[in-house]
């Protein structure tokens, strides 16, 4: 980024999908009002933006399109907040700020003939879609080894990108366990159980291993006991954190824990980072 | 010829002649006694500066990182074709002076200096209003009893982060030009007479004299080498807090403390985007949109302040502690919270 590193660049809403069956997540298909500006954004998975409402503020969102996916960006938008509020209510051809790309990324190069494991939960799977799209990409699937996706909500109405996961379980490249804590749907084709629980019993090789875990505190929680008995090396589990944020770039003060800001030091972060600093996030 | 940097001598009745000189060049900010207390505020024609404080209460921090600042101004207004874009607003950043800044309150923005102004990014506001402004320090003859600059790598007459360091020598003040801008500001304020040695001489001692004042020492020595994790569980930290009402005093004074917030603002259909001071005291500073809140008790947030200054700063920029001494917050605390008293437990952890 060049110039002021506060000021968004424009951007106009150009589709909104709305993901799950409470209403309560919509992805936002957002493209840049100027060419230039979309062709200078190059980012990685894992990295987020700031993206702004005039008159509303400025938030942090994880990327949930890959590089792969060119001329757009997507986020996916849990209604939490003032600024979460309001861009549900917004419409196709409105215009919003989007400032970044920021943070890091998942270790893409460390990653390269690895396996790959990936574990979201609720409505944190928007990086590890870009994450797994990324993978999956013609260019990109020789780089990785064996890709897993392990992903699990409340009930089948709330997991996100419903299409593409069906499509997914379709493809002889990638193995996906999809889950739910509870279903009363008789039909339901896959696994019922908590993510911590349906990855201890999936994920048994961890040799040469990766794995990218997202998802609520308790997922997290549950599920590093899981990996590490399962053989990962804290090295090899990666975590995507999220943090009140204001400035996105390292300045404003509120994303630390201990030394690191989770805006320019993370949002990726290891285990083995993580359990050096201080269990404040 | 004279060396580049000569020691300037002018006599202290001269010292209105000399504001009235900068004048012409600067915007010149000096300390006023009002309702009680010393700050500094632009001065009017005809009028001198009072140098008999100790320091200002508040520190001089706002006029790098204003308390409230316009970042971007914008238009809902839909009928306007770039309604909802966001455009820097206008402001000037006029040659400012600051005169009779202490040499703590100069170091303090050396130290946040790093925060906003690093390889991967650049503040544009704070970068270009700390370039615009010439620090014309006032060595401390008097330091107060909650000063402890000389434990924290600073001092009473410290030249770090100044253009220009005075020495108050009674009769004479003796002008210590330390940078090309200190120098292009004493010219512009007609000082121009080299000290003689008798009055370099009198002004060493004088520094020695004030350094050896602070007898209050405060160890720091051990905090660099601890681990993070054992401060940071360490068994005082209750106590410390008890008495905290997180009334934000301390960040509000504290001349290192940088922490904002940026929140928008319409009336009718203009809007500003704002940035303000934040406080780390405050539970709102890390509350989520979910609820969650890493720092949701009193104990965690004062941890967080001393933790930052005192061990994250000195981990993240290898710097030294984020404190200067000053002792404001000691001195305006109104629970009697002690820093000194906190780099002690922390230090001999």
Same mark, same amino acid.
């Given at each position: ?18 993901? !799950? ?51 757009? /960006? ?12 309001? /861009? ?41 879609? %870009?994450? &797994? ?12 080894? $064996? ?5 699990? %909500? ?24 999809? !889950? ?23 994920? &048994? ?24 008995? %399962? ?9 995507? /954190? ?5 400035? $996105? ?14 805006? &320019? ?17 | ?19 009235? %000189? ?13 309702? $009680? ?19 200002? +209460?508040? *520190? ?35 040659? !400012? ?36 402004? &010439? ?49 292009? /500001?004493?010219? *512009? $304020? ?16 004088? +520094? ?11 160890? !720091? ?46 009336? +009718? ?81």
């Amino acid at each position: 980024m060049s110039g002021n590193p506060y000021l968004p660049y424009p951007a106009r809403i150009e589709q909104i999908i709305t993901e !799950t069956e409470d209403k309560s997540l919509r992805t936002f298909k957002v493209v840049f009002l100027n060419k230039a500006d979309g062709e200078g954004f190059t980012f990685l998975p894992g990295q987020f933006c700031e993206v702004s409402i005039a008159g509303k503020g400025e938030i942090p969102l994880g990327m949930a399109s890959s590089p792969t996916e060119k001329g757009f /960006l997507l986020f996916t938008v849990n209604k939490a907040g003032v600024v979460t509020r309001y /861009l549900h209510n917004m419409r196709e051809g409105d215009i919003v700020g989007v400032r970044g790309p920021l943070g890091n990324w998942y270790p893409w190069e460390k990653m390269e003939g690895k396996n790959v494991v990936v574990i979201g939960g609720g409505f944190a799977f928007t990086t590890l879609r %870009a994450a &797994t799209i990324y993978m999956l990409h013609p260019e990109n699937r020789k780089r990785f080894r $064996g890709i897993t996706v392990v992903y699990g %909500a409340r009930s089948p109405g709330l997991l996100l990108y419903r299409e593409e996961l069906e499509q997914w379980e379709k493809r002889d490249d990638v193995n996906v366990h999809l !889950t739910v804590d509870a279903t009363d749907d008789p039909e339901w084709p896959y696994n019922v159980g908590f993510v911590p629980a349906i990855t201890e019993q999936k994920i &048994t090789a961890c040799d040469d291993s990766y794995a990218l875990v997202c998802g609520p505190p308790i997922m997290l929680k549950f599920t590093q006991p899981v990996l590490e008995n %399962a053989g990962f090396e804290p090295e090899r589990i990666i975590i995507s /954190l999220e943090m009140r944020m204001k400035c $996105g770039i390292g300045m404003c003060g509120r994303c630390n824990i201990g030394d690191k800001y989770v805006c &320019t030091d993370g949002p990726v972060f290891s285990l083995a980072q993580l359990n050096e600093l201080p269990q404040e996030y | 010829m004279t060396c580049p940097m000569t020691d300037k001598i002018f006599k202290k009745r001269e010292f209105g002649g000399f504001l009235r %000189a900068l004048k012409k060049t600067y915007e010149v900010l000096v300390p006023f006694k009002e309702q $009680g207390f010393y700050r500094f505020k632009p001065i009017a024609d005809g009028e001198g500066a009072d140098l008999r404080f100790t320091n200002t +209460r508040l *520190s001089p921090k706002s006029f790098v990182l204003p308390q409230s600042e316009r970042m971007f101004e914008f238009t809902v207004d839909e009928k306007i074709e770039d309604a909802h874009i966001l455009k820097e607003a206008t402001r000037a950043y006029p040659p !400012t002076a600051i005169v009779g800044i202490r040499p703590c309150d100069a170091k303090a923005m050396r130290l946040v200096d790093v925060n906003f102004n690093n390889p991967e990014f650049r503040d544009p506001w704070w970068v270009t209003r700390l370039n615009s402004i &010439t620090l014309v320090g006032l060595g401390c003859t008097e330091p107060c009893s909650t000063c402890f600059c000389t434990s924290v790598n600073c001092g009473p007459f410290h030249e770090e982060g100044l253009d220009v360091l005075l020495f108050d020598l009674e009769e004479y003040l003796l002008a210590r030009p330390l940078t090309e801008k200190g120098k292009g /500001l004493l010219q *512009s $304020g007609g000082v121009e007479r080299d000290a003689d040695e008798g009055s370099r001489n009198k002004a060493h001692k004088l +520094r020695r004299e004030a350094e050896q004042r602070i007898t209050r020492h405060v160890p !720091t020595d051990k905090l660099a080498q601890k681990n993070v994790n054992d401060l940071f569980d360490a068994p005082f930290w209750d106590d410390v807090a008890f008495a905290c009402i997180n009334c934000g005093t301390c960040t509000f004074l504290c001349p290192t403390c940088w922490c904002f917030d940026i929140q928008d603002e319409v009336i +009718r259909a203009e809007g500003d985007r704002i940035r303000n001071w934040d406080s780390c005291m405050f539970p709102l500073f890390t509350l989520h949109a979910s609820g969650h809140n890493p720092r949701a008790e009193k104990v965690q947030r004062v941890r967080q302040r001393f933790m930052h200054k005192l061990k994250y700063y000195v981990d993240k920029h290898k710097n030294g502690v984020a404190c200067v001494g000053c002792g404001r917050c000691v001195r305006y605390c109104p629970v009697n919270i002690d820093i000194r008293e906190v780099f002690r437990l922390m230090n001999e952890l």
